[in-house]
């Protein structure tokens, strides 16, 4: 700032030059006592001066030329402005403070490793083969979810896991472990886990598994999360992606650790496979979802209306006729049976063609067969040419064969029971973007309709089940309960209010 302020000054004559030289040692003499004022706080520049700079006349020109001790006065005073405090750098959590916010379900999680003694005595001890599979299945339990931090959610999703398979993991009662802290303080890791445990198999009366009774039951992981995933979580949450995603994230969760720890070897390949059913289950509940929206298409829709409802019959109208043109063309130019398409050649009055048959049925589909780019281009041409681009879409095949959706009913047969050898397969019609959404054994209940000429068309849609659905009867437990005598008379034709007057005398 000085050195500006003397440039700015430089076409002075000599005696001013030498004049505003001459005050520079005052100036430094006066400095002192400048930064005692700007410690006191005063912030006046005039005080700074010494007396005999105040009784020297000092020219117009010298007193543009500020000194050190103005300059140093008009600097802003450090020391009066508020001091801005330092950020703290945080340290980071360390042991079990740093895994407090870790449930053990992040994408990359991993459990702690063991040390030696700790995989030696699981090896030898904890899952060893000599010990009964369901000791070891219920050590597995307990030690899991104590290693994890489960919300309500997922605690609600993993007892309905373990209940479809026979084990009890609802909240025991009048225990007194939570309240016996002298008890829970003396005791290891290994005590607190069993006195607080509340997965356990066995002795929790007939609705689950017996170690004692093992009558009716057998291991089966792939079915227990095929009839998990595809039955009781749609139960409960429909078709929220979300919840279908978390729920086979938490088994598939289990069974990974169920195969680190090496618990079961004996049943490696049904752990795997139902990985699988883990891996595949969100993304088939999700189609199945838009299948029920998308089903019964465009081509069966536009079948429905020209054969069921009587469209046929009203050719002379534009739209009506532009239907026709699509049915035939997307007929005549699909992987159907030639013999079909034969019979739809010779008919040439479209009013003779009618429906001869319509009847609800189940399907499961065995082959999808999807339009080449092929069809998909002769269909644009020839609508192109009969004058109505764009009212039809090429269509494939899906060959299906009569299945059953088992739902535990005395009078319906199961579906492994259900004599499928000698049925006849059957072709239907969809477009490719619904047919992009099929796996083979997914499940149709429909009600279909066929033509005498032949072609089978799908007029409505009512259920459609994922390929790996399938019905456990433990499903028919969930609200049972233990007979119990009951001393009060039966209500019969002669009283038939007789167990409500029985109530009301106990009252």
């Known amino acids: 700032m000085a050195t500006t302020m003397d ?3 430089s076409g002075q004559s000599d005696t001013y030059q030498s004049q505003g030289t001459a005050a520079e040692p005052n100036a430094e003499i006066s400095s002192p006592s400048a930064k005692r004022n700007e410690s006191s706080g005063d912030g006046k520049a005039t005080n700074d001066i010494s007396t005999s700079e ?4 000092v020219s117009e020109d010298k007193a543009c030329q500020p000194t050190d001790a103005v300059e140093s006065a008009i600097q802003p005073d450090d020391e009066t402005e508020p001091k801005k405090k330092k950020k703290k750098s945080r340290t980071k959590k360390k042991g079990a403070a740093a895994r407090r916010n870790v449930t053990g379900f992040e994408e990359f999680y991993a459990d702690a490793p063991m040390t030696p003694a700790e995989a030696s005595e699981e090896k ?7 010990r009964a599979f369901p000791d070891r299945m219920e050590e597995c339990l307990q030690r899991y979810r104590a290693s994890r931090r489960m919300d309500t959610e997922r605690t609600t999703m993993f007892n309905k896991y373990l209940w479809l398979g026979g084990i009890d993991a609802s909240q025991r009662q009048f225990t007194g472990f939570a309240e016996d802290r002298e008890a829970l303080a003396e005791a290891d890791t290994g005590e607190v886990r069993q006195m607080t445990a509340t997965d356990f198999i066995g002795g929790s009366g007939s609705r689950f598994y017996d170690p004692l009774e093992p009558d009716h039951w057998f291991v089966d992981f792939e079915g227990i999360v095929r009839g998990f995933l595809s039955r009781v979580i749609p139960g409960i949450y429909m078709y929220d992606e979300i919840a279908n995603r978390q729920a086979a994230d938490l088994v598939k969760n289990f069974l990974n650790y169920v195969l680190m720890h090496d618990v079961c070897p004996e049943y490696e390949d049904d752990i795997k496979a139902a990985r699988r059913i883990c891996d595949i289950a969100p993304l088939e509940l999700r189609m199945m979802h838009e299948l029920i929206h998308g089903l019964p298409g465009a081509f069966n829709t536009t079948t429905k209306s020209l054969f069921c409802e009587g469209e046929v019959n009203k050719c002379d109208e534009d739209e009506i006729y532009g239907k026709l043109v699509a049915f035939r063309v997307t007929v005549l130019l699909s992987p159907l049976d030639e013999k079909i398409k034969e019979k739809l050649m010779s008919s040439e009055d479209p009013t003779t063609t009618h429906v001869v048959d319509t009847k609800e049925e189940t399907y499961q589909v065995v082959d999808i067969i999807r339009p080449s780019k092929r069809d998909i281009l002769m269909v644009e041409e020839q609508l192109n040419k009969a004058g109505h681009p764009g009212k039809g879409k090429p269509a494939g095949v899906i060959k299906v064969k009569p299945s059953i959706i ?3 009913f005395d009078d319906v047969p199961l579906s492994d029971e259900f004599e499928l050898n000698g049925a006849e397969l059957e072709e239907y ?5 619904l047919l992009a959404k099929f796996e083979v054994g997914v499940k149709i209940k429909a009600v279909v309709c066929e033509l005498n000429i032949g072609l089978r068309f799908i007029k409505e849609v009512k259920e ?3 390929s790996f659905d399938l019905f456990l009867p433990q499903m028919l437990m969930e609200n049972w309960k233990e007979p119990i005598p009951n001393d009060r008379p039966p209500p019969s034709a002669s009283n038939p209010n007789a167990e409500e007057k029985s109530m009301a005398a106990d009252v």
């Open 7 to 9: 440039k700015s000054s």
């Open 54 to 57: 105040a009784t020297e006349p």
């Open 124 to 130: 030898k001890l904890v899952y060893a083969s000599c």
């Open 406 to 408: 088992d739902f535990g």
């Open 429 to 433: 019609l969809l477009e490719g973007d």
């Open 464 to 466: 459609v089940r994922a």
